[in-house]
């Protein structure tokens, strides 16, 4: 999330260009630190510079990008002590929010989350682009939704500071099968608590699932750390 929304893209061009950019940085294509210009970016999605520098300003203002001296620009790229802050970050705010969603949340609200939750576990496992895109976009939905519900602009205010949006989504890149069936529970049980007015139950079924997914992005970096690179015997 972010304080900032990005400009819509002027174009169908425009959001081509930044779908296929955030891929590549998503997918680790473009790795933490890679460095690339928008000429280059142009050339590799065969399009004029125009709609490459609107997806770029869009990446910019998300924090997946950002510029170097001169036309550079290099992918964003969270230490360690930074991703374990986000997360515990995270779970207080979120759990508060959660707590506060089951006080507050309307029937139309907690009938919503229930929908969300319900169509992200439908699509477990994901078996195209577009499933995985799909539980992207639903899992975006559901926490934000959780947030509207928590009547907080305060919440809302203080995690569009802290969370770093590339992350959540790198962090969904990682989840295996057992992972998002998982993820897909808790979102029920979320769902569920928040409905039944019980903010005890909402708040700890929030922090058991950002705890996971907390875990899922320590062992990946961990993994990544220990991998050999290409000086190591």
């Known amino acids: 999330m972010t304080d900032r ?3 819509p893209p002027r174009g169908p061009a425009a959001e081509q260009a930044y779908q296929a950019i955030r891929d590549s940085i998503f997918s680790g294509r473009l790795g933490d630190n890679a460095r690339v210009t928008e000429v280059e970016l142009a050339e590799t999605l065969s399009m004029s510079r125009t709609p490459v520098r609107e997806a770029v ?4 203002l998300e924090g997946l990008l950002t510029r170097d001296a001169g036309p550079g620009l290099r992918v964003v790229a969270l230490q360690d002590d930074e991703v374990a802050q986000i997360f515990e970050i ?9 707590r506060r969603a089951a006080k507050h949340a309307t029937p139309e609200q907690a009938s919503e989350l229930r929908r969300l939750a ?8 994901p078996r195209t682009v577009a499933d995985f895109t799909a539980m992207s976009e639903l899992n975006a939905a559901f ?3 959780v947030l509207e519900a928590a009547r907080s602009s305060r919440v809302t205010a203080m995690l569009s500071v802290v969370v770093h949006l590339a992350l ?5 890149r990682m989840y295996r099968e057992a992972d ?3 993820s897909a529970r808790h979102h029920i049980e979320i769902a569920d608590a ?9 708040g700890m079924a929030m922090a058991t699932h950002l705890q996971s997914a907390a875990e899922i992005a320590r062992a990946e970096q961990t993994a990544a750390s220990d991998a050999p690179t290409a000086h190591d015997p």
């Open 5 to 7: 929304k990005p400009a």
């Open 57 to 60: 300003k869009r990446l910019l």
């Open 90 to 98: 995270r779970l207080m705010l979120e759990s508060y929010a959660a």
């Open 118 to 125: 319900r169509d992200m576990a439908a699509l477990v496992p």
């Open 143 to 145: 926490h934000q939704l």
């Open 168 to 172: 959540v989504t790198r962090t969904f």
């Open 180 to 182: 998002m069936q998982r």
């Open 194 to 202: 928040i409905t039944a007015g019980a903010p005890d139950w909402a």
